[in-house]
């Protein structure tokens, strides 16, 4: 069966300081991988999906960015956080039925 | 007019009520909805998946679609209070890869 992994599941961090959140799959091959942020009152916000190694694209220009080293990892960075990078950060991949199913999130909060 | 309109909740029914969630929405090409369940603290698990207009039946749960009034509707029996958690609506135009449009969620407190 087809598993989602993320860590940390939590973390405080200073403003200015860097980023670095990673999710696996496990179970699957060449999934289509997505970083979302949920905000308070906000909804999910798509901030990266990628159909493959290498290749990311961005729905929202920012201060974050992705990287999809191996087939099943998927990366979000930053170099210099905001206060306004707080929130829970989720992975997602496309399985079946085909849509979208989520990992466990960490939750971030810049300080 | 936001693509995707969820009533944000919360809505607190007691054990045992029958629970109505909706999302409308703007964009006729929509064609996959899905239903998710979001527990605090937790990533959202998808919970109903249906194709198209008409109704889809899990347990205790009823997913049904009416595409001609763009408007989409989770039906709870028997709700617990283990329902507790916000419900998210999403829907997409492809299947394949797809980007979903999400409503904001509703917020629902079943007390015992």
């Known amino acids: 069966s087809q598993t989602i992994h993320q860590w940390p599941a939590t973390l405080v961090q200073p403003v200015g300081s860097p980023l670095s959140l990673e999710c696996t799959v496990e179970?699957?091959?060449?999934?289509?991988l997505y970083w979302y942020r949920q905000a308070a009152g906000r909804g999910l916000q798509l901030l990266f999906y990628?159909?493959?190694?290498?290749?990311i694209s961005s729905e929202v220009p920012q201060n974050l960015s992705a990287s999809r080293p191996q087939d099943r990892q998927f990366i979000l960075s930053s170099k210099k956080l905001l206060l306004s990078d707080s929130g829970f950060y989720l992975c997602?991949?496309?399985?079946?039925?085909?849509?979208?199913?989520f990992g466990p999130g960490t939750r971030l909060t810049v300080l | 007019q936001k693509e995707v309109e969820q009533d944000p909740g919360p809505l607190s029914v007691p054990e045992g009520a029958i629970v109505s969630l909706n999302c409308t929405y703007s964009n006729s090409a929509f064609q996959y909805f899905m239903w998710y369940r979001q527990y605090s603290r937790k990533g959202p698990e998808l919970l109903m998946y249906t194709y198209s207009s008409g109704n889809k039946e899990d347990g205790r749960f009823t997913a049904q679609v009416d595409k001609s009034s763009k408007y989409i509707s989770l039906f709870i029996r028997d709700s617990q209070p283990s329902d507790s958690a916000t419900y998210l609506c999403?829907?997409?135009?492809?299947?394949?890869?797809?980007?979903?449009?999400f409503g904001k969620g509703t917020m629902l407190l079943v007390s015992p």
């Open positions: 997602a991949w496309n399985g079946v039925p085909d849509t979208q199913y």
């Open positions: 179970g699957t091959s060449n999934p289509n």
């Open positions: 990628s159909v493959g190694i290498g290749q």
């Open positions: 999403a829907m997409s135009a492809n299947s394949g890869y797809s980007t979903l449009t």
